[in-house]
């Protein structure tokens, strides 16, 4: 079968497809013929090499986190999932190989009948981020919530599990992104100097949680937040100077290695979806070919939505 790989750190152009030995379902776990997967931002780095100290990681690295597809097998001891069944869901972070003809997922839901392969396909990663750090901030109705890089992919999906939940949402992206997070029921701002001001005007009486899906403005958010406790980063690696908590997800096996997966964030993106409250915005999706365009697209920090690879 295919699948995406890089053999050494260096530009987009490192990553490329290339033939590997299919993988089966384990235990617990499915196979699935994969019709879309997400192109991670977070691996896009990696591959870069500008993570090597902070996420050192073996070579050749099989690229590819979350997928949708078709089931094709099911392994021992899974109920409830049969062969043609359409599901969305994620690989084993540690094994990874998402981007490719077939994948094996360890967490996984029906796929929505109101999305299409492509947004199913970059749907696992961000739900599972969205619904892991809104718990983490305990995030309830009537609160104020600011997410800073709304308009990405995993910000522009945390967005609207926090409308979801009853929030009011600030969002902060550049202005030509601003009428898309109101489609996305965010009051939007524009990030960068200024920012605290911009968001005091929005929101007089204070902001009780933030989500910072960017990384590079830690002391403005904590500014607004009043607190380093109410800030959570996914995304700026000086966050212990701030007082501010880093979260990255951590299988269940890895108890202190991270916050726990949170799984439990898939069967809710099912049930807003069912319900015409939460999509996917998906910036450009590429055939699994093309993957180094791909990665220059993410690399690039200004994809509206997920980059995703298609077969
Ligand atoms: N720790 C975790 O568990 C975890 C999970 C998922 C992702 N991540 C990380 O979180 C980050 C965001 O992921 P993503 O999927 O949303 O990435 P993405 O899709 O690449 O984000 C692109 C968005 O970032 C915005 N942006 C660019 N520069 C910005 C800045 N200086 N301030 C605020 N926003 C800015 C852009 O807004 P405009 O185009 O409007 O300017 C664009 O909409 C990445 O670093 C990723 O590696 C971490």
Same mark, same amino acid.
């Given at each position: 079968m295919r699948s995406v790989q890089f053999t050494a750190y260096g530009?987009?152009?490192?990553?490329h497809v290339t033939e590997a030995p299919e993988p089966h379902a384990g235990p617990g776990e499915i196979r699935v013929a994969v019709r879309a997967s997400g192109v991670a931002p977070g691996e896009v780095a990696i591959r870069s090499g500008r993570l090597r100290e902070v996420v050192p990681v073996v070579l050749p690295f099989r690229t590819g986190f979350d997928a949708a597809g078709v089931v094709d097998e099911v392994g021992a001891g899974v109920t409830g999932v049969h062969p043609g069944d359409e599901v969305f869901g994620a690989a084993d972070p540690a094994r990874r190989g998402a981007n490719a003809d077939f994948a094996v997922l360890t967490a996984w839901a029906p796929k929505p009948v109101e999305w299409s392969w492509e947004e199913a396909g970059g749907a696992a990663g961000a739900a599972e981020t969205a619904t892991r750090v809104l718990d983490r901030l305990a995030v309830v109705p009537g609160q104020t919530v600011l997410v800073q890089g709304a308009a990405g992919g995993t910000g522009a999906v945390a967005v609207q599990f926090a409308v979801a939940r009853g929030a009011t949402v600030i969002g902060t992206a550049s202005e030509h992104n601003h009428d898309f997070l109101r489609s996305l029921g965010v009051v939007p701002a524009t990030y960068g100097p200024g920012l605290v001001g911009r968001v005091r005007a929005l929101a007089p009486a204070g902001v009780d949680a933030v989500l910072d899906c +960017? %990384? %590079?403005?830690l002391p403005d958010l904590v500014a607004l937040a009043g607190?380093?406790?109410?800030v959570v980063t996914i @995304? &700026?690696?000086? @966050?212990r100077a701030h007082g501010v908590h880093l979260s990255h997800g951590a299988p269940? +096996?890895?108890?202190? +290695?991270? &916050?726990?997966? @949170?799984?439990?964030g898939l069967a809710d993106a099912v049930a807003l979806a069912g319900e015409g409250r939460l999509r996917v915005p998906v910036a450009a999706a590429f055939p699994m070919d093309e993957v180094a365009a791909a990665h220059e697209l993410v690399e690039t920090r200004h994809a509206r939505g997920k980059v995703v690879l298609v077969p």
């Amino acid at each position: 079968m295919r699948s995406v790989q890089f053999t050494a750190y260096g530009p987009p152009a490192v990553v490329h497809v290339t033939e590997a030995p299919e993988p089966h379902a384990g235990p617990g776990e499915i196979r699935v013929a994969v019709r879309a997967s997400g192109v991670a931002p977070g691996e896009v780095a990696i591959r870069s090499g500008r993570l090597r100290e902070v996420v050192p990681v073996v070579l050749p690295f099989r690229t590819g986190f979350d997928a949708a597809g078709v089931v094709d097998e099911v392994g021992a001891g899974v109920t409830g999932v049969h062969p043609g069944d359409e599901v969305f869901g994620a690989a084993d972070p540690a094994r990874r190989g998402a981007n490719a003809d077939f994948a094996v997922l360890t967490a996984w839901a029906p796929k929505p009948v109101e999305w299409s392969w492509e947004e199913a396909g970059g749907a696992a990663g961000a739900a599972e981020t969205a619904t892991r750090v809104l718990d983490r901030l305990a995030v309830v109705p009537g609160q104020t919530v600011l997410v800073q890089g709304a308009a990405g992919g995993t910000g522009a999906v945390a967005v609207q599990f926090a409308v979801a939940r009853g929030a009011t949402v600030i969002g902060t992206a550049s202005e030509h992104n601003h009428d898309f997070l109101r489609s996305l029921g965010v009051v939007p701002a524009t990030y960068g100097p200024g920012l605290v001001g911009r968001v005091r005007a929005l929101a007089p009486a204070g902001v009780d949680a933030v989500l910072d899906c +960017a %990384g %590079g403005a830690l002391p403005d958010l904590v500014a607004l937040a009043g607190d380093p406790a109410r800030v959570v980063t996914i @995304a &700026d690696f000086t @966050a212990r100077a701030h007082g501010v908590h880093l979260s990255h997800g951590a299988p269940a +096996a890895e108890v202190g +290695a991270g &916050d726990p997966l @949170a799984w439990h964030g898939l069967a809710d993106a099912v049930a807003l979806a069912g319900e015409g409250r939460l999509r996917v915005p998906v910036a450009a999706a590429f055939p699994m070919d093309e993957v180094a365009a791909a990665h220059e697209l993410v690399e690039t920090r200004h994809a509206r939505g997920k980059v995703v690879l298609v077969p």
